[in-house]
Nanobody, 120 residues
């Protein structure tokens, strides 16, 4: 299973971007999905997570500006980013806690990063 992220790019401060991340194949069960980011010289940090039931959690730095959502039928998670700031510049990676089939042990999978650059 691969998680394929897309939607990154270059945007001016105050602008918006929407990131998407989808599993490459159909999976048996998809649990919590989320987004992390890492800026040069900084540790990776949690941006937002969403459970299979739709409960969300956000980093304080993005509350009120970012919205995480998911489409369970498509095994896809989204991150709508509004009012972007230069400090949001980072490589954004998606993650999912999933079970590939009924007999498999659930594991955390990571997607490749997508780069977001916010210019001032």
């Amino acid at each position: 299973v691969q998680l394929q992220a897309s939607g990154g790019g270059v945007v001016q401060a105050g602008g918006s971007l929407r990131l998407s991340c989808a599993a490459s194949v159909r999976v048996y069960a998809m649990g919590t999905m989320g987004w992390y980011r890492q800026s040069p010289g900084k540790q990776r940090e949690l941006v937002a997570t969403i459970t299979s039931g739709g409960s969300t959690n956000y980093a304080d730095s993005v509350k009120g500006r970012f919205t995480i959502s998911r489409n369970n039928a498509k095994n896809t998670v989204y991150l709508q980013m509004n009012s972007l700031k230069p400090e949001d510049t980072a490589v954004y990676s998606c993650t999912a806690y999933l079970r590939t089939d009924w007999g498999a042990r659930p594991s955390t999978y990571w997607g490749q990063g997508t780069e977001v650059t916010v210019s001032s």
